[in-house]
Every structure is written in C-alpha cells, then in structure tokens.
C-alpha cells in the first residue's frame, strides 16, 4: 500500500481503485482549521485519480469524531471555520467517489456530520452519535439542512433541538447509519463492501452516483447556504450562543438569557 500523506492531521493512503482518510487528532479526533485543510487537500487529490472508486473515512484509534474544536466557534473564528469545514463537507458530497465512513467511538456533531453525508456508513453498535451542538446553544448546519431526508423530519427535530445521543445500533435503525455491526467486525464489513465495490467499473459508479443525487444535490447546496446564513447573521448576534461557547471553554454550566 502506498502512503500519500501522513500530514499533521490526516493519513492520507491509496491502494486503487481504494483510498483511505484518517482522522488523527488523539484521542477524540476533533476537526479543527488544520484537520480541515488537510482532509480538503486529500480530496482534492483523489479527485484526480479516476482509477480510484473508493474513499474509506475513519478515525485513528478508537474514535471517529468528537467533532469541530470548540474554540473554532467564537465570533472571530466563526466565519472562517464554518468556510472550511463545509468547504470539506461540499467535497465529499460532490465526489464521483463512493465514500464509505467506518465509524467507532464516538461521532458528534461536526463529526456525525462527515460521516452522515458519505454513501455508506458502516458504524459498530456501540459507537455514540449524536448533534449536542444546542447544548452549546448553537445548531449544527449539516445536519439542519440534510438529516431529515435521511431520519425523517421527527427523529432529525428530536436529535437536533434535544442533543440527545444515541447508540450506532439505534443511528442505523433511524437511517443515520447504512449498517451497525459488533465493534469486532467493523474492518471486516468495511473490506466487504470495498470488495465488491472494487469490482465494478469506476467510470459506472461516478456516473451513477452523480444521477442517484442530481435532485438532492441542489436542494442541498441551497438548503446549506441558507443554513450558514442563519448561523452567521442570526445565532452568532445572540448573547447565548456566545454565551454556550465561552461556558463550554470555560468548563462550566451555561447562564442563558433568552436573548
């Protein structure tokens, strides 16, 4: 197998027609500017290579994703880093690669976010998903504008104005995951849907996959647009999201004042 990148945050390798992205950031792999960077590089090259038809995404270690470091929220960094994280999760859902996430651990907001959008999510059973981004008194983007076509609006309503977590065998009972399996098994479902993808024509499945979203595609980049508006004109003007975020560094209880 050849090694293309071992950067900073992510292991970056390729073994045609399979390439693989590693989140390294111990221990919980929160995505921070340089992690995102460096996974928009990563597909961005792949993008170039058409005898690749897979791209694997999971964590180093025991872990996804605890999601976007906390301290990319407040106000001065805000606009900077909802730009390159969506500039990733716009990658991902523009790729004429089949992704498939390989989930353990945990995967929350930012997170559950990159792993929601990619074709195949294959998470063990006890892995913990879920958006605690109001707990925060934020909302997450990606999942406002594109978990309800994968849970259905209540279940989305439930998971993102709660913050409620949830185990990998319920995230796929709800459609949040493709599959859950025991943790022993993961890697092994993973090689057997790389396997029988590895099998078929790279050229078939880019042209496939960009008909099977031709109508979500638009419906979502508009539906994100909207959402980072929101974020960034309405949520970030209110004194409790700044609020939540400093509570949050500052590792105590939020004092909200409805305004």
């Known amino acids: 197998m050849q090694v293309l990148t071992k950067s900073s945050r992510v292991v970056f390798e390729s073994h045609p027609p399979l390439a693989r992205i590693s989140l390294r950031n111990p221990s919980l792999n929160v995505i921070d500017l340089p992690m995102m960077e460096e996974l928009a590089q990563a597909l961005g090259e792949i993008e170039g290579h058409p005898e690749i038809s897979t791209i694997v995404i999971c964590g180093e270690g025991q872990e996804f994703s605890a999601g976007v ?20 999760i716009r990658l991902l859902v523009a790729t004429k690669k089949v992704t498939l996430a ?6 929350l907001g930012g997170g559950a976010e990159l792993a929601m959008v990619c074709d195949v999510v294959l998470t063990t059973e006890d892995a913990t998903w879920g958006f605690p981004e ?4 934020c909302f997450p983007p990606v999942a406002a504008t594109a978990l309800a076509a994968l849970t259905g609006q209540k279940h989305a309503a439930e998971l993102i104005l709660t913050g409620r977590t ?3 065998a ?3 009972d709800i459609g949040l995951a ?3 399996v025991p ?8 090689e057997e849907v790389t396997s029988s993808l590895a099998k078929l024509s790279p050229a078939a499945l880019a042209v496939t996959k960009k008909a099977l979203y031709a109508w979500d595609s ?4 508009k539906g994100l647009a909207r959402a980072e508006r929101i974020y960034l004109d309405e949520l970030m003007k209110t004194e409790d999201a700044q609020e939540g975020i400093r509570a949050f560094l500052q590792k105590r209880p939020a004092v909200w004042k409805a305004k």
């Open 218 to 221: 638009m419906h979502f980049d």
């Open 178 to 180: 493709t599959r859950a």
């Open 166 to 168: 949830i185990s990998g």
């Open 183 to 190: 943790d022993a098994m993961l890697e092994t479902s993973v």
């Open 134 to 137: 109001i707990k925060l008194g």
């Open 170 to 172: 319920e995230a796929a």
């Open 102 to 107: 390989a989930v353990r651990g945990h995967a």
């Open 69 to 88: 470091d906390a301290a990319a929220h407040t106000p001065d960094k805000i606009e900077t880093m909802l730009a390159k994280f969506h500039a990733v």
